[in-house]
Nanobody, 122 residues
Framework: QVQLVESGGRLVQAGDSLRLSCAAS????????MGWFRRAPGKERQFVAR????????YYADPLKGRFTISRDNSKNKVYLQMNNLKPEDTAIYYC???????????????WGQGTQVTVSS
């Protein structure tokens, strides 16, 4: 089992930056690739970004490239999502998730956090 707890979500203004954190506990964190997903109001949960077990490989949803950056610190059992130039359409609940393989598909992720709310006002 892997337990994941997100933090850092809050109300911000358009154009602001925000960094989300996800703390992992349980099984060895470095065994897992990690992903961030989000669910906007009235929409399905969508892929945001993923990072390999070592942190050497990252991948982003095309619309978010250049604004969002995923990173991890295996010594701290944490994964991060740096979000810059936030827009109202980035308003969503953000979730981190863990998988044993690299994937952008929700079904491939075995463990999920409870989510953290990000609200971007215009």
């Amino acid at each position: 089992q892997v337990q994941l707890v997100e933090s850092g979500g809050r109300l911000v203004q358009a154009g602001d930056s925000l960094r989300l954190s996800c703390a992992a506990s349980g099984r060895t964190f470095s065994y897992y690739a990690m992903g961030w997903f989000r669910r906007a109001p009235g929409k399905e949960r969508q892929f945001v970004a993923r990072i390999s077990e070592s942190g050497g490989t990252t991948y982003y949803a095309d619309p978010l490239k250049g604004r969002f950056t995923i990173s991890r610190d295996n010594s701290k059992n944490k994964v991060y999502l740096q979000m810059n130039n936030l827009k109202p359409e980035d308003t969503a609940i953000y979730y981190c998730a863990a998988t044993r393989g690299l994937s952008m598909h929700l079904r491939d992720y075995d463990y999920w956090g409870q989510g953290t709310q990000v609200t971007v006002s215009s």
